[in-house]
C-alpha cells in the first residue's frame, strides 16, 4: 500500500487521479521533495536556532562575569561604607567630645568675664574715690591755703597785739 502525504502546499489528489500509477510516482516525487524542502527549511530553522541559543548563552555568561564584578565591587563598597561609618562615629563622637570642652570652656569665660566685670567696676569705683579724694584734697589744699593765710593775719595781729602791749608798757 503507498501511502500518500500531503503537506499544506500541496493538494489533495481525488481517488479518480491515484487510480494511474504513474500520478502517483509524480506526487510521491514531489511530496518528497517537499519533505526535503521542509526538512532543510527545519534543518536552517534549527541551525539558527542552536546559534542564537549560543549567542544568548555567551550574553548570559558574560552577564554572570559582569554580575561577578559588582558582587565583588558591591563587597568592596560596602567595606569602605562599613570603614567610613566608623570614621564618621569617630569623628562624631570627637565633634561632641569638643562641643562639651567648647561648652565648659565658655562657661569659665562667662564666669571671668563676670569677675572682669566686678573688677571693672571695683576699678571705676576707685578711680570715682580717686577723684573724689583728689578734689577732697584741692579743697583740703585750699583750705590750708586759707588757714595759713589765717594763721599770718593771727600772726600779724598778735604782733600788733603785742606790738601796743609793748607801746603801752613803755607808756
Not at 36 to 41: S, Y
Request: charged share 35%.
Amino acid at each position: 500500500m503507498v501511502k500518500i502525504v500531503t503537506t499544506k502546499n500541496m493538494k489533495k489528489t481525488n481517488a479518480k487521479q491515484v487510480s494511474g500509477r504513474p500520478k502517483i510516482a509524480v506526487s510521491k516525487d514531489k511530496g518528497v521533495k517537499e519533505i526535503e524542502k521542509q526538512i532543510k527549511t527545519f534543518t536552517a530553522d534549527f541551525s539558527s536556532l542552536i546559534k542564537s541559543f549560543d549567542a544568548v548563552a555567551k550574553k548570559i555568561d558574560t552577564l554572570g562575569k559582569r554580575i561577578e564584578a559588582v558582587e565583588k565591587l558591591s563587597a568592596s563598597s560596602e567595606k569602605i561604607l562599613q570603614a567610613n561609618k566608623k570614621q564618621m562615629e569617630s569623628a562624631l563622637k570627637n565633634f561632641q567630645e569638643t562641643g562639651k570642652r567648647m561648652e565648659s570652656g565658655l562657661k569659665d569665660l562667662t564666669a571671668k568675664s563676670k569677675s572682669m566685670d566686678d573688677v571693672v567696676k571695683k576699678v571705676y569705683d576707685i578711680e570715682k574715690n580717686l577723684e573724689g579724694i583728689k578734689s577732697s584734697m584741692v579743697s583740703m589744699g585750699d583750705v590750708i591755703s586759707d588757714m595759713e593765710d589765717t594763721n599770718e593775719d593771727v600772726l600779724d595781729i598778735a604782733e600788733q597785739i603785742q606790738d601796743s602791749l609793748e607801746e603801752d608798757e613803755i607808756f
